[in-house]
Nanobody, 122 residues
Framework: QVQLVESGGGLVQPGGSLRLSCAASGFTLRYYVLGWFRQAPGKEREGVSYISVSGGITGYADSVKGRFTISRDNAKNTVYLQMNSLKPEDTAVYYC???????????????WGQGTLVTVSS
């Protein structure tokens, strides 16, 4: 059974940091572009970041550029999202995804993770 499982979410104060992890089972991530999406309360899901199959190309939403960093470790079948300088606006459920193309277009998502909640509050 193919699965992506996120972990690392939780409560953090504004200005703090968290690192999210997403591990795959039932398939290998090396053949996929990987991405992170998020959905804030009462809002539509939006793309956050993506990384190419080799890790050499990355893309970020303007709202997180300079604060978030995506990375992958194909040997561990895992993708990460390092989140620094967190703001209350970053509060959301974060989803990892395996995509068929280097984009944050949901049409190209092949596998979704179940989501992990990040709450940024003092």
């Amino acid at each position: 059974q193919v699965q992506l499982v996120e972990s690392g979410g939780g409560l953090v104060q504004p200005g703090g940091s968290l690192r999210l992890s997403c591990a795959a089972s039932g398939f290998t991530l090396r053949y996929y572009v990987l991405g992170w999406f998020r959905q804030a309360p009462g809002k539509e899901r939006e793309g956050v970041s993506y990384i190419s199959v080799s890790g050499g190309i990355t893309g970020y939403a303007d709202s997180v550029k300079g604060r978030f960093t995506i990375s992958r470790d194909n040997a561990k079948n895992t993708v990460y999202l390092q989140m620094n300088s967190l703001k209350p606006e970053d509060t959301a459920v974060y989803y990892c995804a395996a995509l068929s193309r280097p984009s944050l277009v949901e049409e190209y998502v092949e596998v979704w993770g179940q989501g992990t909640l990040v709450t940024v509050s003092s």
